[in-house]
């Protein structure tokens, strides 16, 4: 497998940036990205409440993180950490079409429904390695901005990031996926297992 | 026994409760250190390797800034060996054990997880309605207290499985359905981690066999040298299904694969598979009957 590697700064203006990405790429994060889970994509898309915060062109993981309350509306961060993307994966094409959000990060990768909807709008799926907070907490530099406050730990953050990675192009936006792959492969392979039996 | 020395010892328990959660959550144990070295050592597929070499740099980063190894505080599970003349009833110690969930949370501070199941509503700082989740066993002739805190992350209890083969079914059926479950699961519970099975039992028991497996030294084989031989066989067939790390692809997916079993019903064969995830997290202390605690990392 040929990998490439990149450093991409979120928001992204250029949509092209997401194009250079292929799935199994290394990529490292700058700038800003969105911190958003289950009730947030709930209350955004089935209660239809409009989310305060700009999403063109972000970058949105899925996490709930572990803050301390500074004042008000003003938090730091303890530990933060990613949660599995499956659940929330039917909230994929509306962020992309609706909102402008260009990437989502999570752990454990999206089911294959995912593929047209991120082909079509230019979006990408990044892996992250789940479990791996305290690195993940050394990566963001700040929690800028904290919105619905009453989900907590399932609001939406605003974090700062600094060199945010390593990540892996889980799926990309020509229609691979390295989960879709993985699991064909398994699926023969267990045909192999179950006969040796 | 006095009221003086009884309420003594139960705080006793729940300092060593509140000990154990955040030390759990800290430092992971040796065995799954070098488990996790060893894996980085013979994995040959790209991001497998990315995967398996942040997850050593995290655990350093981990013990370098006294953080949380995930931040997922999990539910509060214990695992108590009661000795019948320990001096403290078990309605005391689960109130300890909660009391000390609770205070660690709210002390570190530690996100706390808990909601009510239908209302979704926090129920408090890691504790509710039946919760911490509590494992008995008593033993005889002894008058100390083990106490063992596993904290559950979601992301690999929602890999959960049950299923109830039927005799005819056989051990095929049994290794058919812990492959099947493990591919399903896919990069969804942190591979590679710690599958953990029970056989046998009832439904609802072979599940909590399943949970009692992944709480034990990473490795470790089953007393019976007939299930010891499952354990190894399916540990060696798991590795071959090539979901590696994170579910990217690649040789290591699984760290090891313990199994408990109970004896069952003539007509009955069950299968549970409950997943611990890569930061499989554990700590343990002995108490003693004055109240005398020892920590101990390995158990």
């Known amino acids: ?197 | 026994m006095s009221i003086d020395t009884t309420t003594e010892l139960q705080h006793a328990v729940e300092d060593a409760a509140a000990h154990l959660y955040v030390w759990a959550l800290k430092d992971i144990p040796q065995d799954l250190r070098d488990a996790l070295a060893a894996a980085a050592g013979r994995e040959t597929s790209v991001p497998g390797q990315r995967v398996l070499n942040t997850i050593l740099r995290n655990i350093e980063v981990a013990d370098g800034e006294n953080n949380l190894v995930c931040q997922d505080t999990g539910i509060a599970v214990y695992t108590c060996r009661v000795g019948e003349r320990f001096p403290l009833h078990p309605a005391r110690i689960y109130e300890a054990l909660r009391d000390g969930t609770a205070r660690a949370t709210v002390e570190h501070p530690l996100r706390s997880n808990a909601v009510h199941t239908i209302t979704r509503e926090n129920t408090g700082p890691n504790i509710g309605h039946r919760l911490p989740i509590v494992h008995w066993e008593f033993v005889a002739d002894w008058d100390g207290l083990d106490v063992k805190c596993v904290p559950k992350g979601s992301g690999s209890e929602n890999m959960s499985f049950l299923k109830m083969c039927v005799p005819a079914d056989g051990v095929k059926g049994i290794k058919q359905f812990v492959l099947e479950s493990i591919v399903g699961a896919g990069g969804k519970p942190c591979p590679p981690g710690i599958v953990g099975i029970g056989i046998g039992g009832s439904a609802d028991y072979a599940m909590y066999l399943a949970k009692e497996a992944i709480a034990r030294p990473i490795g470790t084989r089953n007393a019976d040298p007939v299930v010891a031989q499952l354990e190894e066989e399916l540990y060696g067939l798991l590795n071959e299904t090539g979901i590696g790390p994170m579910g990217l692809g690649g040789d290591v997916t699984v760290l090891n694969c313990h199994i408990e079993h109970a004896d069952t019903h003539m007509t009955l064969n069950p299968v549970a598979v409950n997943y611990q995830c890569w930061a499989a997290r554990r700590a343990s202390a002995h108490i003693a009957a004055d109240g005398t605690t020892e920590f101990d990392r390995e158990a």
């Open chain 1, 1 to 197: 497998m040929t990998v490439a590697t990149h450093e991409v700064t979120f928001p992204i203006t250029d949509p092209q940036t997401i194009l250079e990405l292929r799935a199994g790429d290394e990529v490292t994060v700058q700038g800003h990205i969105i911190g958003i889970r289950d009730r947030t994509q709930i209350r955004i898309f089935d209660q239809g409440i409009e989310p305060p915060m700009d999403l063109r062109g972000a970058f949105l993981l899925h996490t709930a993180p572990g803050v301390r309350k500074l004042g008000e509306g003003r938090y730091e961060k303890v530990c933060i950490g990613t949660t599995t993307s499956a659940r929330m994966v039917r909230f994929t094409e509306p962020l992309g079409a609706q909102y402008g959000v260009r990437a989502i990060c999570g752990k454990g990768g999206f089911p294959d429904e995912a593929i047209e909807p991120m082909r079509r709008l230019g979006m990408v799926y990044f892996a992250i390695v789940g479990g791996a907070a305290a690195l993940e907490t050394t990566q963001i530099e700040e929690i800028e901005e904290v919105a619905w406050e009453e989900l907590m730990p399932e609001c939406l953050w605003k974090f700062r990031v600094k060199d945010f990675g390593p990540l892996t192009v889980g799926i990309d936006a020509h229609g691979n996926s390295l989960y879709h792959d993985v699991q064909a492969q398994a699926h023969e392979k267990l045909k192999e297992l179950y006969a040796r039996l």
